[in-house]
Nanobody, 121 residues
């Protein structure tokens, strides 16, 4: 079993900062991509930032220059530093990882349960 657990969401005023963290645990053989998505009410889930399988980073245009994704010191952890937050950043933020578990030959995309980020104007 593989689990992703997010932490760090909350309520912040516009212009403020929050830091999200995600830790993947369980029978992880390999993890080749990890990142963050978000879903606002009435909207589709969208990519925010990710480390790709090649090790490069992707950011949504709307967060470039404001958000920074980083790997944690512990294996299979990732963080998202969010600065200069705007009301339109309000959403549930989900951690995602592409993982190959022990005894399973295929890769599976796993999701955390999400953490709410609310930015007030």
């Amino acid at each position: 079993q593989v689990q992703l657990v997010e932490s760090g969401g909350g309520l912040v005023q516009a212009g403020g900062s929050l830091r999200l963290s995600c830790a993947a645990s369980g029978s992880i053989y390999s993890n080749n991509a990890m990142g963050w998505y978000r879903q606002a009410p009435g909207k589709q889930r969208e990519l925010v930032a990710q480390f790709t399988s090649s090790g490069s980073t992707n950011y949504a245009t709307s967060v470039k220059g404001r958000f920074t994704i980083s790997r944690g010191n512990a294996k299979n952890t990732v963080s998202l530093q969010m600065n200069s937050l705007k009301p339109e950043d309000t959403a549930v933020y989900y951690c995602n990882a592409n993982i190959r578990a022990y005894a399973i030959s295929s890769w599976t995309s796993y999701w955390g349960r999400g953490t709410q980020v609310t930015v007030s104007s």
